[in-house]
């Protein structure tokens, strides 16, 4: 067994480099490939965001074009290892352009901040005295909050909750909105300043009588902002989905589609899949853009589930064969502060997005979602998921069995109309190779 690491994060780079391969018995020349992926210029930039670096780990940087959202045409970055997600999202977007586009609306913004306590009082008294508390609030958080309330934001509400199954354990759910931030240490920071008055205010307010003090537990903003809200839309005549429709007619693909959405309402299993091919876009434009994906993912997926069951976060209507196909989902984004200013890439990405605010960011944000898992559900109900994206997944399979320029070129034209699958393009190599 090896011994443990003590002041791992005080050694340099090279000497950490060099304790890993000993301690984990590695090949010298992984340090090299530790090496060649090290910004020759901006690796301090890199240096700052993480703990223990000892490389960067790349990923692809593509754009999918031809985004028409609210009558606006947007080329978006998307940042993802697998090809046929921005395949797909470049080829809904082109389709949608000439069909209306992506509607969008921003339904609320509202984020949500939690101080939990611990208390033997009625916690419906707190409600009479609402008013106070929102002014204490409000007052203790002055110097905080004045340059966000210059920019439209702020705190907005308080509501007091008791913990299911937890007996004396409350919530102060705490209403923000953060502007073009995405807010978190700025809601962090209101939180922990409030606690402490808010704890004393409860202690002496004559009204709140209690055999034992309240006492905060902790601080902390959630993650999930079902007030957050964005809404996109995509619709059109049935008969215009024929690009789509494969070997079946408009109307065939338009019900076929609605049954495989309709599936993923109503059966947790589907919906998860069916979801993941949202993320697969929202996830790659949050990430291009410095965002949090993960707290974008836990949010959304809780959102999935609010009535008790998960379920699609899509939902769709044929009505006088007229198509709508609806994307609602919570997205608390932001377009200044963290790695959105100080990741040399994520500045780019905003640039590309003609430098959005926060609910513009949640509108493109939430077309790419849309424009994915429309692209999988019409691949599920006509040809299969296979099909296209085993062919775009053909290079890495190429590359992952170190084929040669040559053999890429011969692999490439047979494959052309055939399925492809690891197993038989190992097989069509080793025939070349005899």
């Known amino acids: 067994m090896h011994s443990l690491i003590k002041g791992f994060s005080r050694l340099s780079r090279e000497d950490k480099v060099a304790l890993l391969l000993e301690q984990q018995e590695l090949a010298p020349q992984l340090a090299e490939s530790f090496q060649e992926f090290l910004h020759p210029v901006k690796q301090h930039l890199f240096n700052d965001i993480s703990e223990n670096i000892i490389s960067n780990y790349y990923l692809p940087f593509s754009i999918a074009p031809n985004f028409l959202i609210n009558d606006h045409l947007y080329m978006i970055p998307m940042v993802i290892e697998e090809s046929s ?20 609306r921003v339904i609320d913004t509202l984020k949500n901040g939690q101080i939990h306590f611990t208390w033997n009082g009625n916690i419906q008294s707190l409600a009479s005295v609402k008013h ?17 309330r210059e920019r439209g934001g702020g705190i907005v509400d308080i509501e007091f909750k008791t913990i299911a199954n937890m007996l004396n354990t409350h919530q102060a759910l705490i209403k923000f909105k953060t502007a073009d931030s995405m807010g978190a ?43 957050c809200l964005i809404e996109c839309s995509v619709r059109c005549d049935v008969e215009q989905l024929k690009p789509y429709a494969g070997n079946y007619s408009a109307i065939e693909f338009a019900d076929r589609f609605k049954t495989a959405v309709e599936i993923a309402v109503n059966d947790p299993y589907r919906a998860v899949t069916h979801n993941k091919g949202i993320f697969n876009g929202i996830d790659a434009v949050v990430l291009a853009t410095g965002n949090d994906f993960r707290a974008i993912e836990a949010g959304a997926q809780a959102y999935a589930a609010q009535s008790g069951t998960y379920s699609s976060l899509t939902t769709i209507e044929i009505n006088d064969k007229q198509f709508t196909y609806t994307l609602k989902v919570p997205l608390a984004l932001g377009t200044v502060g963290g790695l959105t200013n100080t990741h040399p890439m994520a500045k780019a990405a905003m640039q590309i997005l ?54 890429k070129t011969l692999a490439l034209k047979h494959f052309k109309d055939t399925v492809v699958s690891y197993s038989v393009v190992e097989q069509f190599l080793n025939q070349l190779r005899k």
């Open 132 to 148: 106070e508390i929102l002014e204490l609030i409000t007052t203790t958080t002055d110097h905080i909050t004045q340059k966000m």
């Open 85 to 104: 997600v921005v395949a797909a999202a470049s080829k809904a977007a082109g389709f949608w352009a000439k069909n209306g586009g992506f509607s969008t």
């Open 185 to 227: 240490n700025f809601i962090n920071t209101c939180l922990e300043t409030i606690a402490p008055h808010l704890m004393d205010f409860i202690n002496k307010h004559p009204q709140l009588k209690s055999e034992d003090k309240a006492t905060t537990i902790m601080c902390i903003l959630s993650n999930y902002t079902p007030q």
């Open 354 to 407: 003609q430098q959005p605010t926060a609910e513009q960011l949640m509108q493109i944000v939430a077309a790419a979602g849309l424009a994915n898992n429309f692209g999988a559900v019409a691949s599920l109900v006509t040809s299969g998921i296979q099909k296209g994206h085993m062919k775009l997944h053909l290079s890495n399979v190429l590359n992952a069995l170190e084929a040669t320029e040559t053999e």
